[in-house]
């Protein structure tokens, strides 16, 4: 990632002291990793390059489940562990234990490999060396885990194994090495599913976009096309992390890349620390709910719902437009409350001229819609997307994954090819899936246990009881847990966790599954911004010099509007609408006229709630208009019709008393 802000920004742009303290936060979520040069770096390389390949392979040509995900996780063990080190104290070297852990995960794979279909058939009853890899299997896994993403999340999974060891329905423990290591259920179940199938083929993708120039070009663009005015430089944060995010999926790595350029600009116009911290982490938290990649959680509500990806992105689609509506009027109220001037930004080409010059970046952003619309798969859809990226960086020298130079043979081919974009991103592609791939693979022991147990509906009983059977109670109660599940493990974790044990209580009460799961998705990204792992807001605190805990406030102001849009969808039928009816199969029988009232309650309802938050609409707001504003902004986001009504006339009623208030000068 360093090296990411490097090719955008020098990193004397925001000081060496910020610039070591944004490593370590992305190290919190992308683990503490080695960096190897010479032979073993080129080992670890051309490793990373086959582990690509083969799932290119895979995607193209008809590869058996239980290998494709058996190889997967082989493939993420051995580079977890000479990638991420035991501890820091061991950084930038392999021990002797992590090869041979790496060996080990190796030889697991192997073992399941050569057994074939008698390998599944006597999960009931595993042999002696059933159970010896299965609980080497486990072990890893956890180990994997633990470096990767910190001890939180290994800690809850142990929790989880504890419970379904100690339940009264599980004599053995045996049973449960079974099930977990020789079904596809468990460690190969749902989650790895999605991470060796959709997941890396989709980081991948975003490697190729980012060493063909796709990212520096999306932040050029936006700084042309939205410079000059004092709107300028908040709308490029907003606009700029849109197109950062939609490839990237990451919140942290949009937040960082965006705040090492955007940062002196915001300062420029008037924006303090806190703030343009807290609107970069806001913006970065739009790559995680952005089509068309939406973070690697999106992908598993297709795999849990049984349904097309596309329908995922057909979801998302106004929630995410809705999102953004709220970073913009954020923007718009931020330049009339702090009273910010016309500033002229430099800008080395127009918008229209960096289109001209690399308008296919755009080509590779849409690519994977256009495809699936067309009926391809989606893992399909991402292959050619893929390969769309790869042929179009040729059309220019600055932005060929492979040099010219090896066309024209003035260079040696092969050291060429080895220094090139293409290897740099077919490598890239694969390391930057390990993090998520390990807690994948752990998630899929929750999972495990959730379905051998039962334990999701004893959960789902659980809190009907302490809501008492509302759905208003439920849907607080819920978005609770997963908020606190966020606080401490990553979003695609909290999702995991909460959709089996949280899901099925709203279900229950009659809420569709497919909105369920998209509450549960959008309040497991909260984590993002959430502390103690807030990563996005202090990633960008750590490059602006603000307080990280000031910041994460700013940030919750900026991003509070959208993130109350989620109650929409399950308290009301009529909020489905917000969901596009969750399907592409049902939309053409949708109530258009439904679902355009309930987008534009949502949109007043979150520009209202900007107002009363920040104090401030088209004037200042006093404190009655304040109030009325914050009201309106929760009576709209509750799809009734009384409360609609009562919410449009006291929006209607503070823009009267505002036009009726002679101007002020002051600011805030």
């Not at 953004?324 to 954020?330: E, N, P, R, S």
């Not at 600055?398 to 490598?427: C, H, Q």
């Not at 147990?453 to 059977?469: E, H, M, Q």
């Not at 847990?481 to 279900?507: D, E, K, R």
């Amino acid at each position: 990632m360093s090296e990411e802000i490097a090719r955008i920004q020098p990193a004397a742009e925001i000081g060496e002291e910020g610039l070591k303290r944004v490593e370590e936060l992305i190290e919190q979520e992308e683990g503490v990793q080695n960096r190897f040069r010479g032979r073993l770096g080129d080992f670890i390389t051309a490793v990373a390059i086959l582990m690509s390949l083969f799932h290119l392979y895979a995607a193209y040509e008809i590869v058996r489940t239980e290998v494709l995900r058996a190889i997967h996780v082989a493939f993420v063990l051995f580079l977890s562990f000479l990638i991420f080190p035991v501890s820091r104290r061991f950084r930038h070297r392999v021990m002797a234990w992590d090869w041979a852990l790496a060996a080990l995960g190796v030889a697991i794979a192997l073992y399941l490999l050569a057994n074939g279909d008698d390998f599944f058939d006597r999960s009931i009853l595993p042999n002696n060396w059933d159970v010896v890899f299965g609980v080497a299997l486990i072990v890893l896994v956890l180990e994997a885990m633990r470096r990767a993403t910190g001890w939180i999340m290994p800690m809850i999974t142990v929790g989880f194994l504890l419970y379904a060891i100690c339940g009264p329905y599980l004599p053995v423990p045996w049973t449960l090495i079974g099930h977990m290591y020789m079904t596809l259920e468990g460690i190969y179940g749902v989650p790895v599913d999605v991470s060796s199938s959709l997941i890396i083929l989709f980081t991948i993708w975003g490697a190729f976009l980012q060493y063909s120039g796709a990212g520096k070009f999306y932040i050029d663009f936006s700084f042309s096309a939205m410079g000059g005015k004092p709107t300028g430089a908040g709308r490029t944060v907003v606009l700029a992390s849109f197109l950062l995010g939609g490839p990237s999926g990451s919140g942290v790595a949009t937040t960082v890349t965006l705040g090492a350029v955007a940062y002196p600009m915001l300062a420029k116009v008037g924006y303090g620390k806190d703030a343009a911290g807290g609107l970069l982490a806001a913006g970065g938290l739009g790559a995680i709910i952005s089509p068309p990649v939406l973070g690697a959680a999106a992908f598993l509500i297709a795999e849990f719902l049984k349904i097309s990806y596309l329908d995922v992105i057909l979801m998302a689609t106004i929630p995410t437009c809705l999102y953004y509506l709220a970073l913009f009027a954020m923007v718009e109220i931020d330049v009339r409350k702090f009273g910010m001037k016309d500033v002229t930004f430099e800008r080395v080409e127009s918008a229209w001229s960096l289109t001209r010059k690399y308008w296919f970046h755009f080509l590779s952003l849409v690519s994977i819609v256009v495809f699936m619309l067309w009926g391809f798969s989606p893992v399909m859809a991402v292959f050619w997307a893929t390969l769309v990226s790869a042929l179009t960086s040729l059309l220019r020298p600055d932005t060929a994954l492979i040099p010219y130079e090896v066309f024209r043979r003035s260079a040696p081919i092969a050291r060429g090819l080895w220094n090139s974009g293409l290897v740099k991103a077919l490598a890239g592609g694969s390391l930057g899936v390990l993090n998520v791939a390990a807690t994948c693979a752990g998630a899929g022991i929750i999972v495990g246990t959730v379905t051998l147990t039962g334990l999701g509906l004893k959960f789902s009983s659980i809190v009907l009881d302490y809501a008492g059977g509302s759905l208003l109670l439920t849907a607080i109660y819920t978005s609770l847990i997963v908020w606190i599940v966020g606080l401490a493990v990553p979003v695609t974790a909290s999702y995991i966790i909460c959709a089996v044990i949280a899901a099925p209580a709203m279900i229950n009460l009659g809420v569709p599954d497919f909105a369920a799961h998209m509450f549960i998705f959008y309040y497991a990204v909260l984590s993002e911004v959430s502390p103690p792992t807030a990563l996005s807001p202090f990633a960008a605190a750590a490059i602006t010099g603000g307080d990280p805990y000031k910041t994460t406030l700013q940030c919750w102001k900026y991003t509070t509007p959208a993130f109350l849009v989620p109650f929409m969808f399950v308290l009301d039928p009529s909020g489905t609408g917000l969901l596009l009816t969750g399907s592409f199969k049902t939309l053409a029988g949708a109530d258009w006229g439904s679902i355009a009232l309930v987008t534009l309650t949502a949109a007043v309802g979150i520009v209202a709630l900007a107002g009363g938050l920040q104090g401030w609409l088209f004037k200042r707001t006093t404190l009655a208009e304040r109030i009325m504003l914050s009201v309106a902004g929760f009576l709209l986001v509750y799809p009734k019709a009384l409360f609609d009504a009562v919410g449009f006339a006291l929006v209607v009623l503070v823009l009267t008393m505002q036009w009726l208030r002679p101007v002020s000068t002051r600011t805030s």
